[in-house]
């Protein structure tokens, strides 16, 4: 499975976008990005999945550059419930991977007054 | 459309004794996967299952620890003589079909004492 590098924490105001970058080097080919959103005392909650260019729903957008080995996640206009621990996910390519979330540390986002 | 479903929400066992946590996935999902998260740690990936088969149980400890996804009712995650380190949030997801994107439910905390 392929390792993912995310920064620990990210602070943000009320309003602003808020990018979190995720670095996967060894992405294998046939691997998916997912994003994961935990609020404490909670089951993740799905975010939204990726293979390349640019993916945006009504929560997120995800922008995967050409070579597939960095993502971004963009939340725009974070309000203070979008507070929560952030995970990037790669994988469910292969068959030892299929359904087997690897979870790193994620990201703490703290959004502000 | 209900979502995951656990029970019992908290479980408080003695040392010694068994833990039976159970995870109903959503209506037509026929994919289960159990994760556990120690306090201070990310999630971890313990095991994969679909109807009455286990797919991948690489992440069960070796011992004391069993799962299940009957034909009828919900998956079960067995802990038999259960010790402090046990001690952890179990959240179940389901899926309709294997991958990334999961469905997780809130999570059954078990305390051992």
């Known amino acids: 499975l392929a390792k993912t590098t995310q920064p620990i924490s990210m602070d943000s105001y009320e309003g602003q976008e808020v990018n979190i970058t995720c670095s996967h080097n060894n992405i294998a080919t046939n691997d998916y990005i997912t994003w994961y959103q935990q609020f404490p005392s909670q089951g993740p909650r799905f975010i939204i999945q990726?293979?390349?260019t640019k993916v945006t729903n009504e929560v997120a957008s995800l922008f995967i550059p050409a070579d597939r080995k960095s993502s971004t996640l963009s939340l725009p206009r974070v309000s203070l419930s979008d507070t929560a621990v952030y995970y990037c996910l790669v994988g469910a390519g292969t068959t030892d991977s299929w359904g087997k979330l690897q979870f790193g540390a994620g990201t703490q986002v703290v959004v502000t007054p | 459309n209900a979502g995951v479903m656990q029970n019992p929400r908290h479980l408080v066992r003695r040392r010694g004794q068994e833990a039976r946590l159970r995870c109903s996935p959503m209506k037509g999902h026929s994919h289960v996967y159990w994760y556990r998260q120690l306090p201070e740690e990310g999630l971890k990936f313990m095991v994969y299952?679909?109807?009455?088969?286990?797919?991948?149980e690489s992440g069960m400890p070796k011992e004391r620890f069993s799962a299940e996804f009957p034909k009828e009712g919900p998956s079960i995650l067995r802990i038999q003589q259960v010790v402090r380190g046990d001690s952890a949030a179990y959240f179940c997801?389901?899926?309709?079909?294997?991958?990334?994107?999961?469905?997780f439910g809130p999570g059954t905390r078990l305390t051992v004492t």
């Open positions: 299952l679909q109807k009455e088969n286990i797919i991948d």
């Open positions: 997801a389901s899926s309709p079909q294997g991958g990334n994107e999961q469905y």
């Open positions: 990726g293979y390349k």
